[in-house]
Each structure stands twice: as C-alpha cells, then as structure tokens.
C-alpha cells in the first residue's frame, strides 16, 4: 500500500476541514485533506431541501473569503453553501484527496499513521474534523423496533412531499426538529414531539446573537468566571421565517415525550394514543470519531477531553468543529475559523 509523509492530515473536508487548511496554508506547512465525500460540500449536500442558514451570509464566511450574498435571501440555503465551500476549495487550491475514507490512526513513533482505503499518510499532526453529521442519535424508547410505519433520523428527510397526506411524529425540540416541523405542517397531520416546551429565541435574534453568546461563554469559563450560560441561556430554536410563520398560525403545538411506541403509532404516559405512519427522529448527533479509536483516548463517557482543540493526551492530535468543546460555536461556518487558526498555530508549533 503506498505511504505518504506530510507535517499534517487533516481528516475531513467540510467546513472545518477547509478553514483549518486555510490556516495551515497561512502557516507554510505541507498537508493534505482526507475527504469520505465524492464532491465538496460536506454535510451541506445532504441536508433537506427546504434548510436555510441561521444568519445572513455576511456573518457565515470561512476564513478569508466572504460569502456573496444569494440573491432573493437574507439567510442562504443550503444548495448556496455548497456553492461557496466549493468555490472556496478552488480559490485555494485545498489538496483535498477524495473520496478517502480514513480507517484509523495509529501511533507510529514520532508519528501518526493515518490508514485509509486511499492509502497510508505518516504526519506529525493529524487535525480531525470530521463533524456529527455521519453519526445521528436515536434515543431508546420502548417498542421503537415494533412500529410498522417508517422511521428516519434528521440526516434521511428531504421534503414535505414525501410524506404528503399522512399522521407524522416528529420527535424534537431543537432547530432541526422545529424546522422540520415547519416544513410538514401544512400537507401532513403533524404531532410535534419534544422533551419539555420548546424555548423559541426573540424573532430577532439569529446565528450573529448565537456566536456572539458561545464566545462571552467560553471566555468566562476560560477566565474562571461564573457560567454564562452560552446559547443555552437564550433558548433552543432560532425563529428563522418558516419557523415563525408555522409558530404564528398556530401549527407549532408541541406535545410532551410518549412513552412508547406501538406498531400504529406512540402512547403517552396517560394511554393516549395516536395513530402514525412515520416518525420522523431529530434527536441529534454524536461525534464521529471511530477513527480515532486506535490511540484510546475517549474517557469512561466516550467523550476525548481536550485542551482547546488539542487532545489532553495526544499533544499532536487536534479535534475541530465538534461543538463548544473543540471552541466557541466551532460546528458553525463563522465560528470555525477562529478554533481553527489556534489549531494550525499550535500545529506549527509542534512540528516545526
């Protein structure tokens, strides 16, 4: 199997992949982006068709390129972010190698080896972004094998007219639960499932306000200070116009969690129960690490502690995009970019 040697990996090239290659190219370093996809565009191809950022696109830029305006939109949809992630590939010439699906990571004296079904890179440094999406969360709930009609997760809805005419459940109380909801509420019988009331943001808050919290967040507990509270403190749904126009025509009725399901449909604690014919599970995303399961860092929680984006335990390993925990607002387009310039600083700290 052919071996290569570069300084870094980068596994991953969605959106996190992109700006830490930006930064990584700002810091002279020789590197390559190991991409599972076959186009650009990360998770961004795959959404439902009706998404649509949460900010306009002034304040959803990668790093060094602002996004242009779509015309007809204040807040892009999806088909215009992988427009842009695409151009931005190609402005920068990104040595991205694909589709490269990437097996594991190994120690290998002073480096990682980073083994794949596209060959075998020996780095320095392996930066891994490899997002949430590709690992969607069910909850366990009783009977949930038991349903006759069709189940699918956030990652499988695309349209409101495949489900045209028939009972809905939609399980969840974040973004993508709400907007889901949204989008099937005018030609489906919809339930609207979620763990407590769901929590809509002022209408005039949007994904400026949010980074803006996930930062004064980060900051305070950095400094020591009291917790903030981040984008938790102000609510769980950003009331983008879809959002908004089914919430105000009353069509957004959320019913607390069932209990269980039964094969024509979900039963409350008190024994109702209503008939469906699909249940429609946004219930979240855990990180997709497998590959990282060689170098045995996930703690008794599965959860790879890290200092920044550096892994506490492998100083040249970096995690990005994952969440608050790999840096403020680091799963979205404009928060990425600060973590990620971090991440390539310490990067070429470490194997220069």
């Not at 590197?31 to 650009?40: G, Y």
């Not at 392996?126 to 366990?140: E, H, N, Q």
Request: glycine share 10%.
């Amino acid at each position: 199997m052919t071996e290569r040697h570069v300084d870094v990996v980068v596994i991953g090239g969605g959106q996190a992949g992109l700006a830490a290659s930006f930064h990584l190219r700002r810091q002279g370093l020789d590197f390559v982006v190991l991409d599972a996809q076959s186009t650009p565009g990360g998770a961004w191809q795959h959404t439902w068709d009706s998404l649509h950022l949460f900010s306009p696109a002034a304040f959803s830029s990668l790093p060094g390129r602002p996004m242009p305006v779509q015309v007809g939109e204040i807040y892009p949809d999806a088909r215009h972010v992988v427009e842009y992630v695409t151009e931005y590939e190609q402005r920068y010439a990104m040595p991205i190698v694909r589709p490269v699906r990437v097996r594991g990571v190994h120690r290998d004296g002073a480096f990682l080896r980073v083994e794949s079904d596209g060959g075998v890179w020996r780095a320095r440094a392996v930066i891994s972004a490899t997002g949430t999406w590709w690992r969607p969360f069910l909850p366990a709930v009783a009977g949930r094998t038991a349903f006759a009609g069709r189940q699918l997760h956030t990652v499988e809805y695309r349209s409101p007219a495949d489900f045209a005419g028939q009972r809905v459940v939609v399980v969840g109380g974040g973004n993508s639960g709400a907007q889901i909801a949204a989008d099937l509420a005018y030609d489906t019988e919809l339930t609207w499932v979620t763990q407590r009331p769901p929590r809509f943001l002022p209408d005039d808050i949007d994904g400026r306000a949010l980074f803006d919290a996930a930062t004064a967040r980060r900051r305070a507990l950095d400094a020591g200070r009291t917790d903030t509270g981040g984008v938790a403190s102000l609510g769980d749904i950003v009331a983008v116009p879809p959002v908004r126009e089914a919430r105000d025509a009353g069509l957004l009725k959320a019913s607390p969690m069932f209990t269980r399901i039964e094969r024509d449909g979900v039963v409350w604690a008190d024994g109702t129960h209503t008939a469906a014919d699909a249940i429609i599970w946004c219930t979240g995303f855990r990180p997709a690490l497998s590959h990282l399961a060689p170098l045995q860092l996930r703690g008794t929680r599965g959860h790879i502690a890290t200092v920044g984006t550096r892994a506490a335990d492998e100083p040249r390993l970096h995690l990005l995009g994952y969440g608050d925990w790999t840096g403020p607002a680091s799963a979205t387009l404009i928060g990425v970019g600060r973590p990620a310039r971090e991440a390539a600083r310490e990067v070429a700290a470490l194997v220069r």
